[in-house]
Structures are given as C-alpha cells and as structure tokens.
C-alpha cells in the first residue's frame, strides 16, 4: 500500500474554498486515492474516492494529475462545521484484495470564523 | 438504516482488569473491522473478519487481545488483561464488500488506570 504524505494542519476561513493536497509518489497502477473525514469523538467517514482526472460529489471535489503521484481534494466554500481531520490514504477500495486501512497523521482543517 | 454501534461509548478499568468491547456493524455487511488510536498516534488496524471468520489479524499487538465473530453478526473485541498502554479509542467498521466503503462507529475510548 502506498505511502501517503499531506501536510500536519491548514486554516481556513468560513466561505473560503480550501485544497489539501497529498502526494503518493509510490502509487501502483490499480490504487484508487480515498479521503476520509473525521469529526472530534466520531470515526472517519468517507467521502470521496477517484482513480484520475476530476471526481465531484455533494461535499468534496478530487483532482488527481495524469501522474497520479498527488491528489487535492476541495472543498468549497468551507464553514465552521466542516472543521475535521482529512485523511487521505491510497491503496484501498476499488481495486485492491484487502479491506484494510492504513491512515497516516491526515491533515487537522481549522475553519475560522 | 442504522450505522455502525459500538458499546460502551467509555470504559474506564483498572490495571489487570478484562474489558468487552461490543460492535454491531450495519446488517449485511459481512466484512467488520477493528482499528484503535492511542493517544498521539494514528489509528492502527488491529483485524478484519470476513462474516465469522478471521481474514486478518496482523494488527493485534498482542495475546492480551481476543477477537471473536461468532455467527458472523456483531463482534466483541477482549481485553484481558488490561495494560495501561490499551488506552485509547477502539473503533469498528463495517463494509459491503472488502475493498468498499468503510463505515465507522463512534469509538469507545477505553481508559486504563
């Protein structure tokens, strides 16, 4: 399973879009790129997976580049609740043989008022 | 549909003490999951069960550890005995199929004195 590297913290204010990305320079041919969201006291949630170019849902947008070494997940126009833990892991669903997760530090989002 | 149940939500033991663990994953989904975060660190996979059976088990740090499936519904994770150092958040997950979705509970975050 690929290494995953994003960055520890980012702030952010309310109404702002913001971008995390996260490189994976290890990246096999079958991986499919995952990010997860998690709240204080809850456990992670999906939220949105790609493979390349452009993923879109209700919450998040993926981009991942014709190398698929990075990936940068948006989030437009963030408010306070959208303030989480964004974990970004590689490896996993889609196509792999196991259901195992392996999470790395993710990346703290502070939105601010 | 309900989510992913984890009880209790706290547990709080001494040294030496045995401690239960309880997950009720979403109905139908044969794959469950155990993942724990100690303070500080990542959350780390402990085993995967695929209905009853164990498909996984290579994050169990040790004996003190038992993972039981029986009848491939809920799972139970014991602790026994505790050690200081089993502090933390013990998540369940649960999915579909293996390299699907994961949906978690809320943890139980266990303290051990």
């Known amino acids: 399973l690929a290494k995953t590297t994003q960055p520890i913290s980012m702030d952010s204010y309310e109404g702002q879009e913001v971008n995390i990305t996260c490189s994976h320079n290890?990246?096999?041919?079958?991986?499919?790129i995952t990010w997860y969201q998690q709240f204080p006291s809850q456990g992670p949630r999906f939220i949105i997976q790609g493979y390349k170019t452009k993923v879109t849902n209700e919450v998040a947008s993926l981009f991942i580049p014709a190398d698929r070494k990075s990936s940068t997940l948006s989030l437009p126009r963030v408010s306070l609740s959208d303030t989480a833990v964004y974990y970004c892991l590689v490896g996993v669903h889609g196509s792999s043989n196991t259901g195992k997760l392996i999470f790395g530090q993710g990346t703290t989002l502070q939105v601010k008022p | 549909e309900a989510g992913v149940t984890q009880f209790p939500s706290h547990s709080v033991i001494e040294k030496g003490q045995t401690v239960t663990l309880r997950c009720d994953p979403i109905s139908g989904h044969d794959n469950l999951y155990w993942y724990r975060r100690v303070m500080g660190k990542e959350i780390k996979f402990l085993l995967h069960f695929v209905k009853e059976s164990k498909q996984d088990e290579s994050g169990m740090p040790n004996n003190r550890f038992l993972a039981e499936r029986t009848g491939g519904t809920y799972s139970t994770l014991k602790v026994q005995p505790a050690e200081l150092e089993d502090s933390g958040v013990y998540f369940c997950a649960s999915s579909q199929k293996m390299n699907t979705e994961a949906f978690f509970g809320q943890g139980t975050r266990l303290t051990v004195v």
């Open positions: 290890n990246i096999a041919t079958n991986d499919y």
